[in-house]
């Protein structure tokens, strides 16, 4: 799901390759259309016009003015189930199962970078300046530079795949289907555990001051854990 426009547009993507502009003031659907192949990740460019989705191995652009595709890049060979969009700049990111990064140009839509992974299945990855933290499906979360194109750091602390990342001040954050989530920070890379979820933990998100952990999981809970008191 991808808010745009003010947070008055919501675009949908189904595992039908069914595409949905809800408006949110009014719940009501706008219109939708259908996709080739099914697809995985979707995103509205700030210009409210044009939509970028993922599928097997495609990143495909909409014009949702027109409600017609505009241009198919074939980015990788296997499945692309993120795609970041760079802040204030021409570039976004693609992840794929065939296990690289890849760094593109919005204006060109021609590659610009790519790293390759040797670790498993990308599942996650989460994105702040030059850094790039990845989760994947064989437990391993990797921390790599993306000017430098290298990996500096890689750990392997979950005991099964990793569902969710994300990075803010330092400190960095991992959930998984461990039903854990581990927070370390730049500092010591010495991860701390906390338990209490009874199913995987899909979502971590931290706190603007780095100070707090919020963790969603398949237990239908909502947990927030406190950092410093760890």
């Known amino acids: 799901m991808f808010l745009y426009k003010d947070e008055q547009l919501l675009a949908v993507v189904h595992d039908t390759s069914k ?4 408006n949110v003031p009014e719940k009501k659907i706008e219109f939708d259309f259908e996709a080739p192949n099914s697809m995985y990740t979707v995103k509205v460019l700030d210009d409210n016009n044009t939509l970028i989705m993922t599928d097997s191995n495609n990143v495909r652009f909409w014009n949702l003015e027109q409600k017609k595709e505009e241009t198919v890049v074939q980015a990788h060979t296997s499945t692309i189930p ?21 760094e593109w140009s919005l204006s060109g839509k021609n590659l610009t970078s ?10 996650t990855l989460a994105i702040v300046d ?8 064989d437990s391993n979360v990797i ?9 500096l750091k890689s750990f392997s602390y979950h005991s099964g795949t990793v569902q969710s990342v994300d990075m803010r001040n330092g400190v960095f954050a991992s959930g998984g289907n461990d039903y854990k989530v581990y ?7 010495k991860p701390h555990c906390f338990a209490g979820h009874t ?6 998100k931290l ?22 008191k760890k």
């Open 199 to 204: 199913d995987w933990v899909r979502s971590v």
């Open 82 to 102: 993120s795609l970041l969009l760079l802040k204030e700049s021409d570039l976004f990111i693609t992840v794929s199962n065939d296990r690289t990064v890849k």
């Open 19 to 22: 595409v949905t502009i809800v």
């Open 183 to 189: 927070v370390f920070d730049s500092n010591e890379y």
């Open 207 to 228: 706190s603007v001051d780095s100070k707090l952990v919020f963790s969603g999981s398949d237990d239908k809970t909502v947990r927030a854990w406190n950092i410093e």
């Open 114 to 123: 790519m790293y390759q992974s040797y670790c498993g299945n990308i599942k």
């Open 143 to 151: 921390l790599m530079s993306i000017s430098e194109k290298k990996e």
């Open 130 to 137: 030059d850094h790039v933290l990845i989760g994947s499906e």
